[in-house]
């Protein structure tokens, strides 16, 4: 959990600074539209335990958790739960949730692809939770995530939340405007430098239409479905799957996705420069 200054919460516990991509502070898309943190706590909880139904020994990574409880809300005796924080999190995390024989916390930024050798039995079956995080990535970055979980983990599954393009093209105005306002006060009191904004800008974000373009970001992704939102019958979900791609309406806007590798590994999908596929870009489609 996090409270509205980025920082990692949790039951009773201090808060702390979780690190970002780069080892910089982040915090989980709080101001752009977020969703009822039970709601998307839903349909995360949903994913995985449909998988861990069919893979009961499987390993749970969960990206960026700070101090959440999940395991013990999910756990069936015979699952490995990870959770990967920055080190200055994860030294607080141990201290206030020490590791257990199938529960630990790997010390790595969860941007940084040195987690991946931390899953012991990957053939177990493998599914990676990524909450509040890929909004504050590059595109390369995501795209570089999604295509190592594919090729490291056949059979596995990642889940992640986002919000729409909308969201970010608004979060990049607003954090222009502040900058520019900051830089006109410090310029009027003499001093020539903008004060830094709170926390990074949204940077990515993911429509409808995008989610099939994901199957292009390695050969081993299967399937892509958005995992529907909690409602009572048919008709419930499908208007709140609808409210939340309206930003006219300024309902919650995060959704969540849920990536299904096959079970085969398969050589990394390459642009013809050697970069990760672009899972934006439709297959076979050549960028000018």
Known sequence: MTDTQGRVTGAGGPPVRAAGPAGAAYAPARDAADAPACAVSYRFDAAVRAYVRHHPRATVVALGEGLGTAFWRLDNGRLTWLTVE??????????????????????????????????????????????????????????????ACAERFPGGALVFDTVPRWCVARDLARQAARTTADAGDRTTAGTGAPTAPDRPPLRWGLDAADRPRIASAHPNVVAVREVPPPGRGPLAGRLARWRQHVPLLHTPARTVTEIRFGARRTAAARTPGGAPADPERPAGHRSR
């Open 86 to 147: 920055s080190p200055e999190t994860a030294a607080v995390r141990r201290m206030l949730l020490p590791d257990a024989p199938r529960r630990r916390t790997v010390a790595c930024p969860p941007s940084h692809p040195g987690w991946l050798d931390a899953v012991r039995a990957p053939e177990r079956g493998v599914v990676v939770t990524v909450r509040g995080l890929l909004a504050f990535l590059r595109p390369p970055e995501v795209r570089a995530l999604f295509a």
